[in-house]
């Protein structure tokens, strides 16, 4: 896959426990959100597996912003392609942002 000219990548956890908690209707609504916006060569998805945050799954992670998002469900996902395109990050799902010495979490 040629990245060039993808703002943003979404990292779409697909492992056993966010499976389980919904995480392929997640997929879904995101890539239907992404397609129905014509941003299929502005935000690119890829299916992971375990990315190792099993208690907050769904996890949706955005790059090149470092965001890592839980407990995401089908309208969330839209509401994060919305974000992505005006440019606010989704505040209520963040789990950790990144800053220049690292990840920091959003949970408090």
């Not at 099993?54 to 919305?82: D, E, N």
């Not at 950790?96 to 010495?101: D, I």
Request: charged content about 15%; some cysteine; proline content about 4%.
């Amino acid at each position: 896959m040629d990245l060039n000219g993808f703002g943003h990548h979404l990292l779409l956890c697909n492992g056993k426990s966010c499976i389980r908690n919904g995480a392929e209707a997640v997929t879904k609504a995101i890539r239907k959100d992404i397609h129905d916006q014509n941003l299929t060569y502005t935000i690119h998805t890829t299916k992971t597996l375990c990315n190792g945050q099993c208690k907050h799954g769904p996890i949706v992670v955005l790059y090149p912003q470092g965001y890592w998002y839980r407990s995401m469900t089908p309208t969330l996902g839209k509401a994060l392609v919305g974000s992505i395109v005006t440019h606010h990050p989704l505040k209520q799902s963040l789990l950790y942002s990144y800053a220049r010495k690292g990840f920091r979490s959003e949970l408090f």
